[in-house]
């Protein structure tokens, strides 16, 4: 019961199961700790200092949008919780929108910069995140024990049955090379590999890089062989899969040569000039020169200049452009779908007025590409385009396997398999990957020879199943219906589902 358990499993239980299940993913991903929340930084937010420093920033209101602006009642009550000593009172519920997602909003333009690089506002940014999680260290604590207790289980689960993870290689390697013989594993492995070549490095995990750097490092910690580290932390994107950028700055901070690219090879000349602009326009706001992940001035290489975004014929004046709406919803929900609304329509008009055009070829749907922030973004937004009857496929985090399609092949399967049992086999023949429709059907009840010539190919299939993988079967359905399914609603993303379905069940095969 509730009453028996302690206070961090009281608070989980209270959480619900899905904010449970999120942080127990988080928690399992390679080289990520669970840490109670360092008292030293509560110390620091909570110093009287500090509160003095926000009062002053407040003392001057001609700086907001309003007198009354959102951020104010946000600064005042991080001012109160200082001023009453408990870090555990519950700050409001909408600090994040006022002071990150909707701060342009609440100062006026010309004040905005400075604003923003304010150290008072500066740290009450700090502050809130330090403050949102200084009432439950406990639940770190239960979210640690649960942890330990399943990672226990799945090692006795994989053991038993004679399995090892890519994940639990890495954690063998590492417990070898820092346990007992470790220095002497590290030098035979060093012998055998003395020079390594580590690309896209900013996702590497803490553990990763732990096994490298005792690699190219002797037991002094002076540095021997050659790692040669390449990376951007601007594109570290794979936190969710175990990538930590902070990873990246201790190698970078650790090298004894540290070289940069400065030349873009891939974008035009117009558009690095632009973006150049813009970094420059945005200042301190964007970053300043002591942030460890900072924008920097770069080159182009002009490799793509012959062949230029083209509108009417004439070359793209202006390869930027920031799209401004003019009636903006109250509802962040609303402004979300506006935008991918506007996104969509304004991708549909490019591709249909075969105005542009890419050196001599005309622009086409693959030519374009859409960056956003949430995946749930991406399907909205591949849902607005497929209305629009602009084909695309886009990279989301959902499994394949929780997709319609990964259903309705399991049911086409389940025909092959049992190609002599007539109610599965009419079961697939009612998937798009069989193709019937409901009068179809009906009508191979009356047509025998019809049924037979249908029943037969479900029996071929099965022996090719069996002869060949699962993968073969399914590329043989996509060479005798793809072209039927591609002509559906987004049927360019069906086949590489269908695609990808097929090599994830080969390979489990």
């Keep these: 019961s509730a009453e028996t358990l302690d206070a961090g499993a009281r608070a989980w239980l209270a959480a619900g199961r899905d904010a449970l299940v999120q942080a127990m993913e988080r928690a399992l991903s390679p080289g990520i700790d669970i840490r109670e929340l360092d008292p030293h930084l509560i110390d620091e937010v909570m110093h009287p200092l500090q509160a003095q420093r926000l009062r002053e920033f407040l003392d001057d209101r001609t700086k907001f949008t309003k007198s009354n602006s959102a951020i104010i009642a946000v600064l005042e009550e991080v001012v109160h919780v200082i001023d009453g000593g408990d870090p555990e009172v519950p700050l409001r519920k909408d600090w994040r929108k006022h002071l990150f997602d909707e701060v342009h909003k609440q100062f006026k333009p010309a004040q905005l910069e400075a604003a923003l690089v304010h150290p008072a506002l500066r740290f009450a940014r700090r502050a809130v995140q330090v403050l949102a999680h200084a009432g439950a260290p406990h639940k770190a604590l239960a979210l640690k024990r649960f942890r330990d207790r399943l990672v226990v289980q799945r090692e006795r689960y994989l053991r038993e049955r004679g399995l090892l993870t890519f994940d639990a290689q890495i954690a063998r390697v590492h417990g070898a090379l820092h346990g007992d013989g470790g220095a002497a594993f590290a030098m035979r492995l060093h012998d055998a590999w003395p020079v390594m070549l580590v690309d896209e490095f900013q996702d590497t995990d803490a553990q990763q890089f732990a096994i490298l750097d005792r690699l190219y490092r002797d037991a002094d910690g002076i540095p021997r062989g050659r790692l040669v580290m390449i990376g951007d932390p601007k594109q570290a994107i794979y936190r969710f899969r175990g990538g930590d950028v902070q990873a990246y700055l201790a190698a970078r901070a650790g090298a004894d040569t540290v070289l940069h690219l400065s030349t873009n090879f891939r974008s035009s000349t117009a558009l690095v000039n632009a973006l150049n602009e813009w970094h420059d ?229």
């Design 281 to 509: 326009a945005a200042g301190a706001v964007l970053s300043q020169v002591s942030d460890a992940i900072r924008a920097e001035p770069v080159v182009a290489a002009g490799h793509t200049d012959a062949s230029p975004l083209l509108e009417d014929g004439v070359a793209c004046a202006r390869p930027l452009v920031f799209h401004l709406q003019d009636e903006i919803p109250a509802n962040a929900d609303a402004r979300c779908d506006a935008a991918l609304r506007a996104c969509a329509n304004q991708i549909a008009d490019m591709l249909g007025s075969r105005k542009q055009c890419i050196g001599a070829d005309a622009l086409r749907p693959g030519d374009i590409a859409v960056l956003l922030p949430r995946h749930s973004h991406v399907a909205r937004l591949r849902e607005l385009l497929c209305e629009r009857a602009v084909p695309c496929v886009g990279a989301g985090r959902d499994s394949v396997f929780t997709t319609e399609l990964a259903r309705e092949l399991q049911i086409f399967l389940h025909g092959v398999e049992h190609a002599r049992h007539e109610p599965a086999v009419r079961a697939a023949l009612a998937t798009r990957l069989g193709g019937a429709t409901f009068d179809s059907l009906l009508a191979l009840h009356d047509d025998a020879p019809r049924w037979q010539q249908m029943a037969q190919r479900f029996v071929r299939l099965r022996a090719r199943w069996h002869a060949a993988g699962v993968l073969a079967v399914i590329r043989d359905v996509m060479a005798e219906s793809g072209a039927e399914l591609a002509r559906l609603p987004d049927g360019e993303r069906l086949l590489t589902d269908l695609r990808h379905l097929g090599e994830l069940l080969q390979e489990a095969s």
